[in-house]
């Protein structure tokens, strides 16, 4: 068993626990509107607070490859300085046990700071959704790598009608032409292999020059 492999054994068996209900378009919407406080994830890519280039600025504690990356971490604080620095949204980690994140650090930077966030999180269940929602995200991360076509495309429909942005993480060009095929409209490249932990930089750029010519053909 991989990393990766690891990582989605364990939340399966943390997403089990949660309550049994039935998600809608509707349920989410309801959900947004009981929050209040919109704001527009992929308006603020499209519209850099400085220069001409936006950044989604990352608050992550710890990670399987480095370990705890910031033994003084405070959410806030880093959420606070990115938005100082110009961010123009914010990626929170929430996964406990492999990132030391936790939903209460949305709730906590969202309170703070004005940046649309980003729920970071390993999602295979559209409850995990609706949980983005009632702790404070605008947009949520859905993994190629980790989702069957079907799921893909229903969590993906199921986010984006109700209001949410959702950035599609994809690695290689099998997973580049399975997001597109769903017509995902926020596509992010990790140049990290999830299942071996292994960063090849390249990967963005060829990625990038197929996604250029698969628009020329």
Known sequence: MNILDTIVDQKKRKVARLPAESITVQSLKDALIKRGD????????????????ALIAEVKKASPSAGVISTDFDPVRIAKEYEAAGASC?????????FQGALEYLKAIRAAVRLPLLR??????ERQILEAIEWGADAILLIVAILSDGALKRFHDLAAE??????????????????????????GVNNR?????????ATTEKLAAELFAMRAR
């Open 38 to 53: 919109h704001r527009g994830f992929t308006y603020a890519l499209r519209h850099p607070r400085r220069g001409s280039v």
């Open 90 to 98: 914010l990626s929170v980690l929430t996964d406990e046990t492999f």
């Open 162 to 187: 109700a209001g949410l942005a959702v950035l599609v993480e994809v690695h290689d060009e099998r997973e580049l032409k399975r997001a597109l095929e769903m017509d995902a409209r926020l596509i």
């Open 120 to 125: 970071k999180d390993f999602i295979i269940d």
């Open 193 to 201: 292999d999830l299942k071996t932990f292994a960063v090849d930089l």
